[in-house]
């Protein structure tokens, strides 16, 4: 009878202990597979470069860097608005789609390692009718309420922006 339970009990160890084992490489496949973070506030360093032109339509690219150590990830659209001098607020409404650039690759996430970068194509028109004088454009790159403000002089009709979705391409300028 003891050597019965002997073998009952180191059965179960045995048992218990590959359990244990297969738990354990459960979680590192698990952890291995997980997915890159959101990008966090002050990670990113946002930029308006270049400039598109042709007859009353106007553009250039938005640019922002991954300056954090970590990858991580940003989709769809960056939160836009214009302030005029004195960083008084202007009137900005948002259109997300094609422009008369560049056409729209439509919201989806894009991975960035630390110093890659992600583009969206930002158009507006100047015909002179309403024309909002902006300075500045507050940029937030994931949409959230953490921005930055870059230099933007531009006269456009009726504080009216139209921008794509991020992308690893960047639009072309003239």
């Given at each position: 009878m003891r050597a019965l339970i002997a073998v009952v009990a180191a059965a179960s160890v045995v048992v218990l202990g590959g359990a244990g084992v297969a738990s354990a490489t459960t979680a590192t496949v698990h952890t291995a597979t997980s997915?890159?973070?959101?990008?966090q506030p002050g990670t990113l360093k946002a930029v308006v470069t270049g400039?598109?032109?042709?007859?009353?339509?106007?553009?250039?690219?938005?640019?922002?860097?991954?300056?954090?150590?970590?990858?991580?990830?940003?989709?769809?659209?960056?939160?836009?608005?214009?302030?005029?001098s004195g960083h008084k607020a202007i009137k900005t409404t948002v259109k997300?789609?094609?422009?008369?650039?560049?056409?729209?690759?439509?919201?989806?996430?894009?991975?960035?390692?630390h110093g890659q970068s992600a583009y969206a194509?930002?158009?507006?028109?100047r015909t002179g009718t309403h024309t909002a004088n902006a300075k500045y454009l507050q940029i937030a790159p994931t949409g959230s309420?953490?921005?930055?403000?870059?230099?933007?002089?531009?006269?456009?009709?009726?504080?009216?922006?139209?921008?794509t979705a991020w992308s690893t391409s960047r639009p072309k300028t003239n």
């Open positions: 997915k890159a973070a959101a990008c400039t598109q032109a042709e007859m009353s339509s106007f553009g250039t690219v938005l640019k922002v860097t991954n300056t954090g150590k970590a990858t991580c990830t940003i989709s769809g659209y960056a939160g836009l608005a214009l302030e005029g997300h789609g094609s422009t008369y650039f560049t056409k729209n690759p439509g919201a989806h996430t894009v991975t960035l390692k194509d930002l158009a507006w028109t309420n953490s921005h930055s403000t870059v230099g933007f002089s531009h006269p456009l009709d009726n504080g009216v922006l139209t921008e």
